[in-house]
């Protein structure tokens, strides 16, 4: 099973990413329940739990909550239909992405190869989870109209968790790991 490290808003930061979501969601109708919104760092297949959750919380000792830049919009295209939030590859959570992968490549995890080719975001609306599939033309209207907003927010990171890929907020956590205040 693939498990998914991720970084996750303090609440005036989710705050804002929320509304964008909301308005995307409710006017598709694609969800009961939003999915909980995340910038994912890590992708691990298999890992043996308590080992990740040594290798991580050494790695999380020296960092402190961060600031993100959320800077536009990214749109994959089908299959996916997903419209994000383009997170700035720059700064602290590069270099935090980076030590983390770096890190779990040589406790011998299955983890990406290239980090490089990561675009960071944070997914609004996609295929996954949905009530409902929207078609092509709602997908590229909703991409469209997101761009159009230009979304543009410095956000907080507060805290680290590793999920289930589930879509249940009760069980999907499987370890947090918080950060440093400043």
């Given at each position: 099973?693939k498990y998914y490290l991720v970084?996750?808003?303090?609440?005036?930061?989710?705050?804002?990413?929320?509304?964008?979501?909301?308005?995307?969601?409710?006017?598709?109708?694609?969800?009961?329940?939003?999915?909980?919104?995340?910038?994912?760092?890590?992708?691990?297949?298999?890992?043996?739990?308590?080992?990740?959750?040594?290798?991580?919380?050494?790695?999380?000792?020296?960092?402190?909550?961060?600031?993100?830049?959320?800077?536009?919009?990214?749109?994959?295209?089908?299959?996916?239909?997903?419209?994000?939030?383009?997170?700035?590859?720059?700064?602290?959570?590069?270099?935090?992405?980076?030590?983390?992968?770096?890190?779990?490549?040589?406790?011998?995890?299955?983890?990406?190869?290239?980090?490089?080719?990561?675009?960071?975001?944070?997914?609004?609306?996609?295929?996954?989870?949905?009530?409902?599939?929207?078609?092509?033309?709602?997908?590229?209207?909703?991409?469209?109209?997101t761009r159009n907003a230009n979304?543009?927010?410095?956000?907080?990171?507060?805290?680290?968790?590793?999920?289930?890929?589930?879509?249940?907020?009760?069980?999907?956590?499987?370890?947090?790991?918080s950060l440093k205040e400043y």
């Open positions: 099973m970084a996750l808003f303090d609440k005036d930061s989710y705050s804002f990413v929320e509304s964008i979501q909301k308005n995307i969601c409710k006017k598709y109708k694609l969800y009961r329940k939003l999915p909980v919104l995340h910038i994912t760092l890590e992708v691990i297949d298999d890992p043996d739990i308590d080992k990740l959750d040594k290798i991580v919380s050494d790695v999380m000792k020296p960092y402190k909550r961060f600031r993100v830049e959320l800077n536009g919009v990214i749109c994959f295209d089908p299959p996916y239909k997903s419209v994000n939030l383009k997170v700035e590859n720059k700064g602290y959570i590069t270099r935090l992405v980076r030590h983390i992968n770096e890190n779990l490549k040589i406790h011998h995890f299955k983890v990406r190869e290239d980090i490089n080719n990561w675009d960071l975001h944070v997914s609004l609306a996609s295929t996954n989870y949905a009530i409902r599939k929207w078609s092509t033309d709602e997908y590229r209207i909703a991409c469209e109209n979304p543009k927010k410095v956000a907080r990171i507060d805290r680290l968790e590793l999920w289930k890929p589930i879509n249940n907020k009760k069980t999907m956590t499987v370890k947090s790991f």
